[in-house]
């Protein structure tokens, strides 16, 4: 079984503030994604750069340095066209995904017709017919409807039937539940799992909520400050951390807790605290300030990625 998507010390620099101040929103970053249906859930606070990871993956911005292949080939490589029919995104807030002045019905069919390349008119109303029953809408009721008069979880169910019109290999769903309603999300994520076992379709799959990551994930990987500091099967991940980051998750995590998911928005980062900039440009482990185990050398050198038990960590505690 080969790679689908493959990315290989990826970064990205922005600058911010008066003086063009730089960081790294994404730090050398690498992840692999095998040719086979599966979620991988990528968990970090925020700030800690899943959604910038997300438009590296989606060709929305280009890394500055390393690279990202998917099926072998670099990114950059594939023309848009079929890059696009074969890696999908969801976004966060499904009313910015849709032309506010035009019905999101048509943009389907301008989907099928530009990007699958079905033709016959009447074939086009099927194939979306098809799509939309299987997300569980109704074609004759969303045929009619304006934007603003689609409630947020159906017109995130359109933009999951827009997605799904292409058949693609790979869906980047970024946030896709956490605007709608906290009842909704679980038919959503649910949603998720149908598809990728019905359809074989992956997804990446962006979240701050550990609670439905825990539910949904095969993998999982988890940022902090632009780097994935430990990933691997979600069910090892989140029940024997490795990392003292991921470890001190889990233990002020209670699972069925929804409040605790405020917690973690609440951490905003906006380079508000010294703290939160030494750790986005610090040479050693950006944890370092907070880790009860660090020591001189995570101070001057970031670990690199070691596998222990199955799982990737990049923590110094484990080169010992
Ligand atoms: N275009 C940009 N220019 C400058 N800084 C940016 C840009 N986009 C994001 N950032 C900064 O990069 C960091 C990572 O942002 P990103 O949006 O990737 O985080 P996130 O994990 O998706 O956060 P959230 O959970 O809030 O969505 C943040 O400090 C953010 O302010
Ligand atoms: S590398 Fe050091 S500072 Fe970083 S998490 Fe491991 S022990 Fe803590
Ligand atoms: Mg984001």
Redesign the pocket.
């Known amino acids: 079984m080969g790679e689908m998507l493959r990315i290989e010390n990826a970064t990205k620099i ?3 503030g008066f003086l063009g101040f730089k ?1 790294r ?2 730090d050398d970053v690498s992840m692999s994604l095998e040719d086979r249906p599966a979620i991988f859930t990528i968990a ?12 590296l993956i989606l060709r929305i911005l280009k890394p500055d340095y390393g690279r990202i292949l998917f099926n072998g080939r670099n990114i950059y490589e594939i023309d848009s066209k079929s890059f696009y029919k074969n890696v999908q995104p969801i976004f ?1 807030d499904p009313y910015a995904s849709f032309n506010p002045m035009q019905k999101p019905i048509r943009y389907l069919r301008e989907t099928v017709k530009n990007v699958v390349g079905i033709v016959d008119e009447r074939e086009v109303d099927e194939h979306i017919a098809r799509v939309v029953s299987y997300v569980g809408l109704d074609i004759a009721t969303v045929a009619n409807k304006h934007q603003h008069e689609f409630s947020g979880g159906e017109l995130q169910r359109m933009a999951i039937a827009r997605a799904l019109l292409t058949k693609p290999k790979l869906i980047v769903a ?2 896709p539940v956490s605007m709608l309603d906290a009842s909704l999300r679980i038919n959503i994520v649910n949603l998720f799992k149908r598809i990728k076992d019905e359809m074989g379709v992956s997804f990446i799959y ?1 979240t ?1 909520d550990l609670a439905t990551a825990y539910y949904i994930s095969d993998y999982i990987a988890i ?1 902090y400050r ?1 780097s994935i500091i430990e990933s691997g099967r979600a069910e090892k991940v989140l029940s024997e951390p490795l990392h003292p980051y991921t470890k001190a998750l889990m233990e002020s995590l209670p699972i069925p807790d929804p409040k605790h998911r405020r917690v973690w ?1 609440q951490r ?4 508000t605290s010294s703290i939160e900039e030494a750790e ?1 440009v610090i040479k050693g482990c950006k944890y370092v300030y907070r880790c009860p185990y660090a020591f001189d050398k995570c101070r001057v050198e970031m670990p690199p990625y070691i596998f222990v038990n199955e799982s990737s960590v990049r923590c110094w505690l484990y080169f010992k």
């Not at 905003?268 to 380079?271: D, L, T, Y």
């Open positions: 922005f600058r911010y960081f929103a994404v970090g606070e925020s700030g800690s750069g899943k959604t910038t990871l997300a438009r966060q970024d946030e962006i701050h940022m632009g928005r905003k980062i906006a380079f986005f």
